[in-house]
T-cell receptor, first 114, second 114 residues
C-alpha cells in the first residue's frame, strides 16, 4: 500500500531564516507525482509545489523548493526567507500513476517566530 | 472566478440525524473527492467520483453516502450510522486521467454532532 510519512509533527523557524520539512513515501510505481500542500489557520488547502517523479530537476516556486531523492523516496520542502504568513500545517502527498487518489501524510505544524 | 464552494462553513446536528454537506465546482473537473480531517490524522479519503453517475469508496466510507448526478456537484451525506461524525470535511476536484493530478480544495465544512 502507498504510504506517506512526515516524521516531525511540529517545527519552528525564525522569520527570514530557512527551514526544511521532511517527507518520505513508499510506492511500488515508477510513475507518480508528489505534492506539498499548505493549510493556514483558515483551513483552506493550498498547493505549494509539485514534483513529477520522472523529472530529475528539483521543482522550485519562488521561496519554496524541494529536494527530491527518488532512490531514497524522500521529498523534502525547503522554505527560504521564512515569512509570518508561512505559518501553517504542511502536508506532503503522493499521487500514484493510474490511480485518481492522493495519499496524504499526517501533516506538520510550522510556526514562524518574529 | 473558478473554484470550489462548500456550504455551510459550520454545521450543527443532533445525534441520529442524517446531514448533507454541499460541494459545487465550476472548474469543469471530472473528478471530485471528499476527505475527512481530524487532529493528527491528516486527510482521509471518504469517497471519490471520476465521472457523473459513478463513484468509489475511499478508505473510510462506512457511515457516509454520496451522489454524482451532475458534473458540478458532489454532495456528501453523513448518516446516523457514522459513529463519530464530528470532524472537518473537505471537498476537492481535479482533472481526470492525465497529470499532474493536483487537487483543488474547497474551504471546508466543520460538522459538529451532539
Amino acid at each position: 500500500a502507498q504510504t506517506v510519512t512526515q516524521s516531525q509533527p511540529e517545527m519552528s523557524v525564525q522569520e527570514a531564516e530557512t527551514v526544511t520539512l521532511s517527507c518520505t513515501y513508499d510506492t511500488s510505481e515508477s510513475d507518480y507525482y508528489l505534492f506539498w500542500y499548505k493549510q493556514p489557520p483558515s483551513r483552506q488547502m493550498i498547493l505549494v509545489i509539485r514534483q513529477e517523479a520522472y523529472k530529475q530537476q528539483n521543482a522550485t516556486e519562488n521561496r519554496f523548493s524541494v529536494n527530491f531523492q527518488k532512490a531514497a523516496k524522500s521529498f523534502s520542502l525547503k522554505i527560504s526567507d521564512s515569512q509570518l504568513g508561512d505559518a501553517a500545517m504542511y502536508f506532503c502527498a503522493c499521487h500514484q500513476g493510474g490511480s485518481e487518489k492522493l495519499v496524504f501524510g499526517k501533516g506538520m505544524k510550522l510556526t514562524v517566530n518574529p | 472566478d473558478g473554484g470550489i464552494t462548500q456550504s455551510p462553513k459550520y454545521l450543527f446536528r443532533k445525534e441520529g440525524q442524517n446531514v448533507t454537506l454541499s460541494c459545487e465546482q465550476n472548474l469543469n473537473h471530472d473528478a471530485m473527492y471528499w476527505y475527512r480531517q481530524d487532529p493528527g490524522q491528516g486527510l482521509r479519503l471518504i469517497y471519490y467520483s471520476q465521472i457523473v453517475n459513478d463513484f468509489q469508496k475511499g478508505d473510510i466510507a462506512e457511515g457516509y453516502s454520496v451522489s454524482r448526478e451532475k458534473k458540478e456537484s458532489f454532495p456528501l451525506t453523513v448518516t446516523s450510522a457514522q459513529k463519530n461524525p464530528t470532524a472537518f470535511y473537505l471537498c476537492a476536484s481535479s482533472i481526470y486521467g492525465q497529470g499532474p493530478y493536483e487537487q483543488y480544495f474547497g474551504p471546508g465544512t466543520r460538522l459538529t454532532v451532539t
